[in-house]
Nanobody, 114 residues
Framework: QVQLVESGGGLVQPGGSLRLSCAASRNIFSINAMGWYRQAPGNQRELVATMTSGGTTNYAVSVKDRFTISGDNKNTVYLQMNSLKPEDTAVYYC?????????WGQGTQVTVSS
């Protein structure tokens, strides 16, 4: 199994930045892929960004060139979010794809508002 704990959410003004962290219970390079998803009220959960153990990244069109997914050499994945917009407001979830199963963190709230 993989346990995931997110942190770093909060309230930020439009145009501001936040960095989310996801601490995994396993070395991230032992996990096939990790990613960030988000869910706004009334909406389905959607993909934000993913990163494979080989370092290949993928982004939703809506966040490309504003968000960056990265990892340290141990057990933490980050989501750097710049130029935040009100429509980025959502609960952000960390995800791990490990041995054919998906694991989720508890989520962290990001609110973009003036």
């Amino acid at each position: 199994q993989v346990q995931l704990v997110e942190s770093g959410g909060g309230l930020v003004q439009p145009g501001g930045s936040l960095r989310l962290s996801c601490a995994a219970s396993r070395n991230i390079f032992s996990i096939n892929a990790m990613g960030w998803y988000r869910q706004a009220p009334g909406n389905q959960r959607e993909l934000v960004a993913t990163m494979t153990s080989g370092g290949t990244t993928n982004y939703a069109v809506s966040v490309k060139d504003r968000f960056t997914i990265s990892g340290d050499n141990k057990n933490t994945v980050y989501l750097q979010m710049n130029s935040l917009k009100p429509e980025d407001t959502a609960v952000y979830y960390c995800n791990a794809d490990w041995r054919g199963f998906f694991y989720w963190g508890q989520g962290t709230q990001v609110t973009v508002s003036s």
